[in-house]
């Protein structure tokens, strides 16, 4: 998808979440996401979700582009325990 689409599915994640993306976070991240899920709807709001769980497991107010590259890093690590991704 492009990133226009991806915009679309955001206000969606906005809706869902009753929270503006630009109070708890900042374009850096925003960008981050887009980069990241790569035209992938659903890697796009997976992503997104997590930070959501993330927020609220640590009750902070904001996600900061180190707190997003932690989560989604360690997501991945975690989605490949085994190393079975890596060839």
């Known amino acids: 998808l492009s990133q226009e689409a991806l915009e679309l599915i955001l206000k969606k ?5 009753q929270t503006k993306i630009a109070d708890i976070t900042s374009d850096e ?3 981050l996401m887009y980069r ?5 709807a659903r890697r796009f709001i997976n992503s997104w979700e997590l930070l959501f ?3 609220k497991a ?8 180190e707190d997003a ?6 997501s991945a690590r975690a989605y490949d325990k085994n ?3 890596h060839y």
Do not use: R
Request: net charge negative.
């Open 13 to 17: 994640i906005e809706a869902h979440y």
């Open 29 to 31: 991240v925003v960008q």
């Open 36 to 40: 990241l899920a790569d035209g992938d």
């Open 53 to 55: 769980k993330y927020l």
């Open 58 to 65: 640590t009750q902070k107010n904001k996600i900061t582009l």
């Open 69 to 74: 590259e932690d989560v989604l890093q360690n």
């Open 83 to 85: 190393s079975e991704m």
